[in-house]
């Protein structure tokens, strides 16, 4: 079973960048596709991005598109979401989260077996 720890929130002015890692042990990583959810203040948590397990493939949100970037350094164990230009509606927990998935070119169903705690990213205005 995979346990996944995110890092890289904090608080940046509307327009700024922050990067998210999400950082995985005790399973077979590269047998995981990584989703990046995300839950704003009263809200539903949402999806954002997806990278297959060769990390060919990704998927975004509408919200997102153009401006954050996921990526896989499965050396490392490790999955990125660089956020640029960001919005004070970007303002949420971001949890990442593993879906096991065969096809390696797939980028999942967006319904993943495991969980990180999540981070905080609050843009403010």
């Known amino acids: 079973q995979v346990q996944l720890v995110e890092s890289g929130g904090g608080l940046v002015q509307a327009g700024g960048s922050l990067r998210l890692s999400c950082a995985a042990s005790?399973?077979?990583?590269?047998?995981?596709?990584i989703d990046w959810f995300r839950q704003a203040p009263g809200k539903e948590r949402e999806f954002a991005a997806a990278?297959?397990?060769?990390?060919?493939?990704?998927s975004y949100a509408d919200s997102v598109k153009g401006r954050f970037t996921i990526s896989r350094d499965n050396a490392k164990n490790t999955v990125y979401l660089q956020m640029n230009s960001l919005k004070p509606e970007d303002t949420a927990v971001y949890y990442c989260?593993?879906?096991?998935?065969?096809?390696?070119?797939?980028?999942?169903?967006?319904?993943?077996?495991?969980w990180g705690q999540g981070t905080q990213v609050t843009v403010s205005s």
């Open positions: 005790g399973g077979f990583f590269s047998s995981y596709v």
């Open positions: 990278i297959s397990r060769n990390g060919v493939s990704t």
């Open positions: 989260a593993a879906d096991t998935v065969y096809n390696p070119w797939s980028v999942g169903s967006l319904k993943p077996d495991y």
